[in-house]
């Protein structure tokens, strides 16, 4: 007997094949994906071109945040809008302006007028935004390396308004070391990555579309987008809920970064999606709520870096860190209900109410259009009486796994976080 009988497929469940099928709707498509690709190469080459203020200046550009760690979703609920986030590191004097760093690299990125990104950039705090038709958004940070410290510390720049003010400040981080962190500890199981993949490629080949290729240039090999851990997914989930709750409230949502950290400190302690949800939401509560008990506001770290600190714009006030908390203890408890004995109907509504109504209906349509697929050719395994509808074996879903996946797409090798250092 093949020894996988023995294990629990990681989406043998209903609620876990549902799961997987919101994460699999929030997230970049491969579309999209292969289009972030292709943009940040192009902005990379554009920043340094001949003419530029920072020609022979770009040492290097890489993805940072959920874009580098594979966990980047949808910002809006009802839209495919997705931020990118780059960070350039630039052969500058550390004690430059911030102010002055963000001129210098907008002024590299608007060009003149009639240039590629010229009125499609937005100045921000930290970074300068750049807007796509389709609604997707580069967000390119400055930085300066930091001499005699461990690998890509540098200083990023914070300046509000574009002269010198008292806000004005570098900030030592190092967003590179954070993504190395996070994929070493959040390590991929081979059952949930060919069930999940299994799950993505269906969908993707379902919901095929042509799209404008409008500023899109070759794209290099890549790691196959889809093959995440389950850790990653609920990452992904968490971070769905949240947009949920924080969509319309004022000021600064719970940062990404922060969420990514307590995942990345307690992954690979369950067997399946909705069991890791469920933990990895009571990790954060507990990190959140046990600073609050102190009467304190949470503190978390880059473990790369430690003046590196994920939680110094939020949460800014107790009352702000309540809400957050008390965010956690309801999704918990939704979590907590759906893991029991709850048909269909109930676990749709649910659902809607914790990740938004479209990617919910859209995930449980596709599973009763392959429960009708599999009643037709005598293959369904609903269980009468229930909404339960028992998935394939882990030993299926391997061989399904292994079967779907190409060997080129087995071969392609990993990503660096899209990192290359500039050609001579």
């Not at 997705?82 to 590191?89: G, P, S, V």
């Amino acid at each position: 007997m093949n020894h996988l009988q023995h294990f629990k497929s990681p989406l043998a469940e209903t609620l876990d094949a549902l799961l997987a099928d919101i994460a699999i709707r929030v997230q970049l498509s491969e579309t999209n994906y292969n289009k972030a690709v292709a943009r940040f190469h192009a902005i990379q080459e554009y920043i340094q071109r001949e003419g530029s203020p920072l020609q022979d200046r770009v040492t290097l550009v890489h993805a940072q945040g959920s874009m580098a760690i594979g966990a980047t979703i949808s910002s809006k609920l009802e839209n495919d809008e997705f931020d990118i986030d780059l960070i350039a590191t630039l052969d500058l004097p550390a004690n430059t302006l911030p102010h002055r760093m963000l001129d210098l690299l907008e002024q590299a990125i608007a060009g003149e007028p009639g240039s590629r990104y010229h009125g499609k950039t937005t100045r921000c705090t930290r970074c300068i935004q750049v807007q796509y038709a389709d609604g997707m958004h580069l967000d390119v940070t400055p930085m300066v390396r930091i001499d005699a410290t461990p690998e890509k510390w540098g200083y990023i720049y914070h300046a509000p308004e574009r002269y010198a003010t008292e806000q004005d400040a570098k900030i030592v981080a190092n967003p590179w070391g954070f993504a190395k962190h996070f994929l070493e500890h959040t390590p991929k199981d081979a059952l949930f990555e060919a069930a999940f993949l299994a799950r993505a490629r269906e969908f993707e080949a379902a919901h095929l579309l042509v799209e404008a290729q409008a500023d899109v240039e070759p794209v290099p090999a890549q790691e196959p987008m889809h093959a995440k851990s389950m850790a990653v997914i609920a990452l992904q989930l968490l971070k769905r809920y949240r947009n949920v709750r924080y969509d319309q409230r004022d000021g600064r949502c719970p940062p990404s970064v922060m969420m990514a950290k307590v995942v990345a400190d307690h992954a690979g302690q369950t067997a399946t999606l909705s069991e890791e949800l469920l933990h990895q939401a009571a990790q954060l509560q507990q990190v959140l709520s046990e600073a609050h008990g102190r009467r304190q506001l949470a503190n978390v770290c880059n473990p790369t870096c430690e003046p590196d600190v994920f939680t110094d714009r939020w949460p800014g006030t107790l009352g702000a860190q309540q809400l957050f908390i008390n965010d956690l203890d309801t999704f918990i408890e939704k979590l907590e209900e759906l893991r029991g004995d709850v048909d269909l109907a109930q676990m749709q509504a649910t659902l809607a109410e914790l990740f938004g109504e479209r990617a919910t209906i859209e995930a449980v349509k596709q599973l009763n259009e392959r429960m009708g697929r599999q009643i037709v050719d005598g293959t369904s395994r609903h269980v009468p009486g229930s909404g339960r509808i028992v998935l394939p074996t882990a030993a299926e879903v391997a061989a399904l796994g292994a079967a779907l996946a190409p060997a080129a797409a087995r071969a392609t090798p990993k990503h660096t976080h899209f990192g290359s250092e500039p050609s001579a």
